[in-house]
Every structure is written in C-alpha cells, then in structure tokens.
C-alpha cells in the first residue's frame, strides 16, 4: 500500500499449498529412505525471494486473485506493478504430526456460492474424464500395433501371465499395476515430467489451439462487398399489452440465415465464422414512443474492432494517412444513421475438380507455417457461391431498452425484419417500409408504398413466394398462409440497404490480405461469443436463487461438489508423486500388500478380513458395558481434549496433499506467461504480414513511452517508461499498450500527426537531468500534433531499445515529415 495515498499498489497471495508445492520444488526429489521412514516432514531453511505484485485483481483471496482477462481500455487484470522481496521459512506444529496426541490439521474453509466455482468444478470433472479417456487411448495403442514392437510384447505378457498365474493369486494383480503404475510416474517426477510440465505444456496447447481455431482454414480468395444499411424510424411499434417503450432497432449479419442444418454443419467445419450472428450496430433510444425516429447509429464492437484492423485498405473508415488530405479532422460520415459492414462471399464445399487456377491460387497463397498450417484447406476443395444464390440475410431486430419492458414477465423483443442478401445482390439497394414479424423467422415482408399501404390488403402468401424463389423453394410445397394483414396497423420500419461489390477481375495483395483479416476477425468474434456465453449457470441460477430464497442448497451442493473433486484429486496425486515423500509411503505400503498378496492365497484374505469383521460386531453386540454419569463425563472431557491417534494422522496424512486446483493457481501465472510467449511466436507472423501488406508502415516495433504517474517512489522522477506497440503510417505514429492489442484490434491509445512544425526534437537540460547516463543516447523526442487534444501542438519521450533502432526510427520520422504537404 501506498503510504502516501492509501492506494493499493499490488497483491501476492500466498496460499498454504502454493507455500507446501514451493518447498517441494524447492527441494527437488526429496525422496530418500530416510525422509520415508523419518516421523516429522521434511523441513525448509529460511530462503530470501522475490515475489511479484500483481494490480488489477479484486481480492487477494480466492477465484479473483487468478485473471488475467482485460478490465478496461488501458488496464488488464494481473499486471505485475512491483516486487517484493521476502524472507521465508515454515515453523512447524509438532502437535499435527504427534504419534501419542496427533491434532487434526483445520479443515479447508467453505466458500460461498459462486457461478464462477461452479463453472469450475465442472470443468475439473472434464479434466477427470480427459485423465481417463487418455487411460483408455494408450491401452488402445498398446493392443492397436501402431507400435508392432510394443503391441507383441504386450501379446506375450498377457499370454503368459494368463497360463502361467495361479487364480489363488489373482489378488496380487491389480497391486502389481498400481506398483508399476507408481515407479513410471515416479520417474516421470525425476526427470522433471510433473504437474507443471503438464500445465504449462497444456497452457502452450491451448494457445496454440487458439491461434490455429481463429486462422482462415481456407486458401481461396474470398472477394468483400460492402453493406451500407440505414434504419430510420418505424410506427405501430407498441408490445401486446399496449405500453410504450423507448425502441431500438439492432442490426445482424446471419451468413446461413437461410441454410439447413446439413449446410451448416458442412460450412462450419472450413468457416466456423458462417455459423455467427454478428452484430453491425445499433440505433440510439427513440423515447417513450410507438412511431420513433433513429437518427444516430452507433457501430457494434466488433465493427469498431474491424476498422481499427483496416485503416489503409480505405474501405470502413474513409480515410487513408498517405493522401494529401487534412489528417487532423476525423471524416466521418454526415450521415449518422447508417452503417457501414464488409460482407465475404459465401463459399460451399466443391464436388468439381481441382483446376489449374486453383493449383495456382494455392501457389501463390500465403498460409501460415508450421503448426498453423494444419486442416488448411486447399482452393479446389472449396468454391464460391454467387452473390444472388447467397443464403445469408440482414436481420432487424427491433427491441425495447426501457427498465418496464425488461422485466421477465414482458418479451423484450418486438419482432425481426430479415433482408435476403440475394435480393440485395440482384437489386442493388432496397429502400421501404418492411413489416415487423416475429422473431426468427423467415419472412420479408414489404408495404407497397407509403399512400398506398393503407389501401390495398397484402397476405403472407406474397412474401413467402419471393422468399422461395430467392432460397430455391417451389411455392407449390409450402402450404400459404392467406390470412388478410391489416397494413394499417402492423408494426413496421422504414429502412434503406446499399449492396456494392468489388469488382474481382483485377486482385490485388491488399485485397488478399483484407478478406483474410475480416475472415480471422469474424472467426475470432464467433468463438469468443460461444466462450462467454453462461447460458443457465449465469442467468438462470442466481434469478433462481433471488426469486425463491434456495441460495443455501445451491450453495450446500456446490461445497458437496468441490468436497468430493478434491478427495478424488488427493487420492490422484497421492499415487503420482506430487507429492514425493507420502506417494513414497504409498509405494511401500502396495509394494508390501502386493507381497502379501503373492505370498498368501486370496481366499485366504478375504477370509480374514470376514471373520474380523464378525468378530468385532459381536464383542460390540454382547460385551458388557457401564454407562456411569462419571464415566459419560469423562468420556466427553476425554474427546474435546483427544483425538484418535490413527485416524487423526490419516486425515492429516491426506490434508498435505495438493489437488490439482491447488497446483493450478500456484502455477497459474507462470502458465500465462509461457502461453502468451508461445502465441506471440505464432502472432508475429500474422502481424508482420498485416503490417506490411495492409498497413503499409514505414516502421513498427516495440518503444518505452515516458508516462507520468501519481506514484513516485523516487523525489527526483515523477514518471516512468512504460512499454508500448507502435507504428509509423502514412504521416501518423500511433501506439498501443501491447502487440496483442493491436492484433485484436483494440482502440489505439495515441497517435501524433506530423502536420505543420512536426518532427524530431532534442533533449531539454530538465530532461538531461532527469535521465540517467545510459538512458540519454537513446531517447527521442518527437513532436506534432495530437489526435486527442483537437489537434493541440504534442510533445512525447521514446526510449529505444539500442542505437541501430533508434537510428531506423529517426529515418522513419524524417521520412514521414518531409513528404507531408503542409
């Protein structure tokens, strides 16, 4: 904490496992013959390390502490915002560990409901499943003869032992494999091969999984069109129960509103993006109206992603930093009420066969390398689907965002209108008042005219003719709806829709390079939407909860839940070696018990254990007891004071033992941090290609932006370097908090236009002052004008990593200076 301010500078939380696994690690193997048959556990010297602070997590405790998702436009959660440095050392109860008077070691404490917790216990029971599955796959292997040399001396093992064991031992056998079972993973521990190896290797996996899940599948070129769609107002747009809201009209694309299922299915597995609903945008709130009037649209996110991720194809943003045009004003549109969306030209699975254009197009296609390249796709696998066989459609979907019509007892969605996008291609632009009908379906339905909507009657059976011809359907095999609609008085919006296509005779690697960007953009969107969807967990259970008071039970369930996946994950452990020194004691005792058993017939066991069994209850059943009030007294003295030895050092035997949550939050930032090294390995690749080809940049890299902050930890600096992405572009150098905000697209968090008395400035003696020797070589200043100040005179510090990048970023600048037009 701050001092100064009272303002939380970072947390490190410690955990009493997290300090257990880093004794374990810290020791290395630990397993002797002296630390298993030693009574007291292996004891830690007093160690000095360097913990990290981490900013932005809600808590220090729990579930909150381990996020690393963004927060906000500027702020990720988990950041590392200082050090700290610690001496450690554990001081041992000998009362846990006491072979005459053990204590029960405290049990781990309830936690409260959470959907978060039940999301995870479920997926560690997807993760015991996997475990499991993973068993059955390698016994697969072993009898499958991918590996002929494995598969026959498995052969020759089960043969024998099959002749040659005496069933009066068949006890033995499943001892022998827990035996066997236990020295692989044993050796596995040794060599370095335990839990965080899997973790971070699974942590690695799944980044890379990302990365190929969100790359275009495909090599064949897919042309962009470009869809300017307006909703202006509507009338008669009132709910059932006849109350007024304040209406907004959304604005989707559907790629396959029109599709079957088998269509889908097929399309998915080469554009998982087709299968999206993606959002165009947004009207403003009308008011408490039936008849509103949107005059201001505002684009959806992913919209605003998309243009941040297209600024030099010219195409959304209508600007281009290379053009001799005054780059201080932003363009926008005057007309504030449409939108602008980049459609692909739908594709379908190719029964043809491959040309040679396709081979060519294959040749000449740049694809990702190594593990990208998987399940790519080649061009004659695939063709295009005309424009005006498009099954896609622009959807309407017109909502109220008042409180009244939210609540559950009213439908907060008025109704749909749906464009066919083959009508758009064959027409060009549309412009009307469509009717409002219910939601997900499949009809478009159009008033005449605004005079003659009144007057002349219109049936569904009109609508759905133009829709089966548009989709392919004979009229014939739909049975018409002919119901009379009273046309003055159904809801309906007065909408207009542009449909222009690129002309693809001539296709540039700015063309290639942009269909691939919308392509990975819309397949990162779509995938992103199926991650974060809750569906029951996150609505219907705490409404549930609200509405009838069960919070208790939801809660009781959900500790039952996490109770029973810990025992599971502490038995799990205790035979892999997590654990060194207790899964030694384990090996000892069923390499014993295996001993026994091959020694001594099984029969002979269970007979034992039968005739102790009977033995007990009837000493219990027929002894005598006295059942004094002393006696009583005593007995209940006895038992808050005492525990039973044998039992107690069981339970506290199995407390040590880590679950597999436990390690993972303990290993949790260091799997974080070896993924996104990973996917930055991956993500390089695509950035230097988008950079180049679409971006045209003159420079990009990575640079330390001067930044004041309120915290000083120093009387002489009242700032600090801070890390950023930035490029130079036409006549603008704009930066990033981090690469991997500009590779999703995010807002940039400057920019500086080199118009008028712009370029390179020298250090000031304030600023030789403040820097450090070894620092002073390396900054640039730079100067210009602001993007967020209206173009207010800026002034910024960069330090640069070395001399030859802050050579080659001087040039930069002097080049995009010099060929401005003032």
Same mark, same amino acid.
């Given at each position: 904490?701050?001092?100064?301010?009272?303002?939380?500078?970072?947390?490190?939380?410690?955990?009493?496992?997290?300090?257990?696994?880093?004794?374990?690690?810290?020791?290395?193997?630990?397993?002797?013959?002296?630390?298993?048959?030693?009574?007291?556990?292996?004891?830690?010297?007093?160690?000095?390390?360097?913990?990290?602070?981490?900013?932005?997590?809600?808590?220090?405790? &729990?579930?909150?502490?381990?996020?690393?998702?963004?927060?906000?436009?500027?702020?990720?959660?988990?950041?590392?915002?200082?050090?700290?440095?610690?001496?450690?050392?554990?001081?041992?109860?000998?009362?846990?560990?006491?072979?005459?008077?053990?204590?029960?070691?405290?049990?781990?404490?309830?936690?409260?409901?959470?959907?978060?917790?039940?999301?995870?216990?479920?997926?560690?029971?997807?993760?015991?499943?996997?475990?499991?599955?993973?068993?059955?796959?390698?016994?697969?292997?072993?009898?499958?003869?991918?590996?002929?040399?494995?598969?026959?001396?498995?052969?020759?093992?089960?043969?024998?032992?099959?002749?040659?064991?005496?069933?009066?031992?068949?006890?033995?056998?499943?001892?022998?494999?827990?035996?066997?079972?236990?020295?692989?993973?044993?050796?596995?521990?040794?060599?370095?091969? #335990?839990?965080?190896?899997?973790?971070?290797?699974?942590?690695?996996?799944?980044?890379?999984?990302?990365?190929? #899940?969100?790359?275009?599948?495909?090599?064949?070129?897919?042309?962009?069109?470009?869809?300017?769609?307006?909703?202006?107002?509507?009338?008669?747009?009132?709910?059932?129960?006849?109350?007024?809201?304040?209406?907004?009209?959304?604005?989707?694309?559907?790629?396959?509103?029109?599709?079957?299922?088998?269509?889908?299915?097929?399309?998915?597995?080469?554009?998982?993006?087709?299968?999206?609903?993606?959002?165009?945008?947004?009207?403003?709130?009308?008011?408490?109206?039936?008849?509103?009037?949107?005059?201001?649209?505002?684009?959806?996110?992913?919209?605003?992603?998309?243009?941040?991720?297209?600024?030099?194809?010219?195409?959304?943003?209508?600007?281009?930093?290379?053009?001799?045009?005054?780059?201080?004003?932003?363009?926008?549109?005057?007309?504030?009420?449409?939108?602008?969306?980049?459609?692909?030209?739908?594709?379908?699975?190719?029964?043809?066969?491959?040309?040679?254009?396709?081979?060519?197009?294959?040749?000449?296609?740049?694809?990702?390398?190594?593990?990208?390249?998987? &399940?790519?796709?080649?061009?004659?696998?695939?063709?295009?689907?005309?424009?005006?066989?498009?099954?896609?459609?622009?959807?309407?979907?017109?909502?109220?965002?008042?409180?009244?019509?939210?609540?559950?007892?009213?439908?907060?969605?008025?109704?749909?209108?749906?464009?066919?996008?083959?009508?758009?291609?064959?027409?060009?632009?549309?412009?009307?008042?469509?009717?409002?009908?219910?939601? &997900?379906?499949?009809?478009?339905?159009?008033?005449?005219?605004?005079?003659?909507?009144?007057?002349?009657?219109?049936?569904?059976?009109?609508?759905?003719?133009?829709?089966?011809?548009?989709?392919?359907?004979?009229?014939?095999?739909?049975?018409?709806?002919?119901?009379?609609?009273?046309?003055?008085?159904?809801?309906?919006?007065?909408?207009?829709?542009?449909?222009?296509?690129?002309?693809?005779?001539?296709?540039?690697?700015?063309?290639?390079?942009?269909?691939?960007?919308?392509?990975?953009?819309?397949?990162?969107?779509?995938?992103?939407?199926?991650?974060?969807?809750?569906?029951?967990?996150?609505?219907?259970?705490?409404?549930?909860?609200?509405?009838?008071?069960?919070?208790?039970?939801?809660?009781?369930?959900?500790?039952?839940?996490?109770?029973?996946?810990?025992?599971?994950?502490?038995?799990?452990?205790?035979?892999?070696?997590?654990?060194?020194?207790?899964?030694?004691?384990?090996?000892?005792?069923?390499?014993?018990?295996?001993?026994?058993?091959?020694?001594?017939?099984?029969?002979?066991?269970?007979?034992?254990?039968?005739?102790?069994?009977?033995?007990?209850?009837?000493?219990?059943?027929?002894?005598?007891?006295?059942?004094?009030?002393?006696?009583?007294?005593?007995?209940?003295?006895?038992?808050?004071?005492?525990?039973?030895?044998?039992?107690?050092?069981?339970?506290?035997?199995?407390?040590?033992?880590?679950?597999?949550?436990?390690?993972?939050?303990?290993?949790?930032?260091?799997?974080?941090?070896?993924?996104?090294?990973?996917?930055?390995?991956?993500?390089?690749?695509?950035?230097?290609?988008?950079?180049?080809?679409?971006?045209?940049?003159?420079?990009?890299?990575?640079?330390?932006?001067?930044?004041?902050?309120?915290?000083?930890?120093?009387?002489?600096?009242?700032?600090?370097?801070?890390?950023?992405?930035?490029?130079?572009?036409?006549?603008?150098?704009?930066?990033?908090?981090?690469?991997?905000?500009?590779?999703?697209?995010?807002?940039?968090?400057?920019?500086?236009?080199?118009?008028?008395?712009?370029?390179?400035?020298?250090?000031?003696?304030?600023?030789?002052?403040?820097?450090?020797?070894?620092?002073?070589?390396?900054?640039?200043?730079?100067?210009?004008?602001?993007?967020?100040?209206? #173009?207010?005179?800026?002034?910024?510090?960069?330090?640069?990593?070395?001399?030859?990048?802050?050579?080659?970023?001087?040039?930069?600048?002097?080049?995009?200076?010099?060929?401005?037009?003032?």
């Amino acid at each position: 904490v701050d001092a100064t301010t009272d303002m939380a500078i970072g947390t490190k939380l410690l955990t009493t496992q997290g300090l257990l696994q880093w004794q374990r690690d810290s020791i290395g193997w630990g397993l002797s013959l002296s630390s298993l048959v030693n009574e007291e556990p292996i004891t830690l010297q007093k160690l000095g390390v360097c913990m990290e602070l981490r900013a932005n997590v809600k808590t220090g405790f &729990g579930i909150d502490f381990y996020n690393s998702s963004k927060i906000s436009e500027n702020a990720k959660a988990g950041e590392i915002s200082g050090w700290m440095e610690l001496d450690v050392m554990f001081e041992e109860n000998p009362d846990l560990y006491s072979l005459s008077n053990p204590r029960p070691c405290p049990p781990r404490p309830t936690d409260d409901f959470n959907v978060e917790l039940i999301q995870l216990h479920i997926a560690r029971i997807t993760a015991i499943v996997e475990d499991i599955r993973s068993l059955i796959d390698a016994v697969s292997y072993i009898i499958s003869w991918k590996n002929p040399a494995l598969t026959s001396l498995s052969l020759l093992i089960f043969i024998t032992s099959c002749l040659r064991l005496n069933s009066e031992y068949i006890g033995s056998f499943p001892f022998a494999i827990v035996v066997i079972f236990m020295l692989h993973t044993g050796r596995m521990r040794k060599t370095g091969a #335990g839990f965080r190896v899997r973790l971070l290797k699974k942590e690695t996996d799944a980044k890379v999984k990302e990365m190929i #899940g969100n790359a275009v599948k495909y090599k064949k070129h897919r042309p962009v069109a470009e869809l300017e769609i307006a909703v202006l107002r509507g009338r008669n747009l009132a709910p059932n129960h006849r109350i007024p809201g304040s209406l907004v009209a959304s604005i989707f694309w559907e790629p396959l509103k029109f599709a079957d299922e088998c269509t889908k299915k097929a399309i998915k597995d080469i554009d998982p993006s087709s299968c999206g609903l993606h959002q165009i945008g947004e009207t403003e709130g009308s008011g408490m109206t039936s008849s509103p009037e949107w005059l201001i649209a505002h684009p959806s996110d992913e919209l605003e992603r998309m243009k941040q991720l297209l600024p030099s194809k010219n195409f959304l943003s209508r600007t281009n930093s290379s053009l001799k045009i005054d780059i201080l004003k932003e363009i926008k549109p005057l007309d504030t009420s449409t939108l602008t969306f980049p459609i692909l030209q739908s594709i379908s699975a190719s029964t043809t066969n491959i040309t040679d254009e396709d081979l060519e197009e294959d040749e000449e296609e740049e694809v990702l390398e190594d593990s990208t390249s998987v &399940g790519i796709v080649t061009s004659g696998n695939i063709q295009l689907v005309p424009w005006e066989s498009s099954k896609g459609a622009v959807v309407i979907q017109v909502r109220f965002a008042d409180v009244l019509n939210k609540l559950p007892i009213f439908d907060q969605v008025l109704g749909e209108v749906v464009i066919p996008l083959a009508r758009l291609a064959k027409e060009g632009s549309i412009e009307g008042w469509f009717k409002v009908l219910g939601k &997900g379906t499949l009809r478009t339905e159009e008033e005449i005219n605004d005079e003659n909507s009144r007057k002349v009657p219109c049936t569904n059976k009109d609508a759905t003719d133009i829709l089966n011809r548009l989709v392919g359907v004979d009229s014939d095999e739909v049975v018409p709806d002919t119901t009379p609609i009273d046309v003055s008085k159904h809801p309906s919006i007065f909408l207009q829709a542009k449909l222009k296509v690129t002309n693809t005779s001539e296709i540039t690697d700015i063309d290639k390079e942009t269909s691939r960007v919308i392509a990975e953009h819309l397949i990162r969107s779509t995938k992103a939407k199926e991650d974060s969807g809750l569906g029951f967990l996150g609505t219907s259970i705490n409404t549930f909860n609200t509405v009838t008071g069960v919070r208790g039970n939801v809660q009781n369930l959900q500790n039952q839940l996490g109770s029973a996946l810990d025992m599971i994950e502490i038995v799990q452990n205790l035979f892999n070696f997590t654990c060194p020194e207790k899964s030694g004691i384990i090996l000892i005792a069923v390499t014993a018990l295996w001993l026994v058993l091959v020694l001594i017939p099984t029969r002979y066991i269970i007979l034992l254990g039968g005739l102790a069994q009977y033995t007990v209850t009837f000493k219990a059943a027929f002894s005598k007891h006295e059942s004094s009030a002393n006696d009583i007294r005593g007995q209940e003295s006895k038992e808050k004071d005492n525990y039973d030895p044998i039992s107690t050092r069981m339970i506290n035997f199995f407390t040590g033992v880590p679950t597999n949550e436990d390690l993972r939050r303990y290993y949790f930032w260091e799997a974080v941090k070896v993924g996104e090294v990973e996917r930055e390995i991956l993500a390089n690749k695509k950035r230097a290609t988008r950079l180049t080809k679409l971006w045209k940049a003159q420079w990009f890299g990575k640079l330390e932006l001067k930044v004041k902050t309120s915290i000083s930890f120093s009387s002489e600096r009242q700032w600090e370097w801070r890390t950023i992405f930035c490029i130079i572009q036409g006549h603008r150098f704009i930066w990033w908090n981090s690469e991997k905000d500009f590779d999703e697209g995010e807002n940039p968090s400057g920019q500086i236009y080199f118009a008028g008395h712009s370029g390179l400035a020298g250090l000031s003696p304030l600023e030789l002052r403040e820097l450090k020797p070894d620092e002073v070589p390396l900054v640039v200043n730079i100067f210009g004008r602001g993007a967020s100040r209206g #173009g207010e005179q800026t002034k910024i510090a960069l330090l640069t990593p070395d001399l030859q990048t802050k050579e080659r970023f001087e040039v930069s600048v002097l080049n995009a200076v010099l060929d401005k037009n003032d």
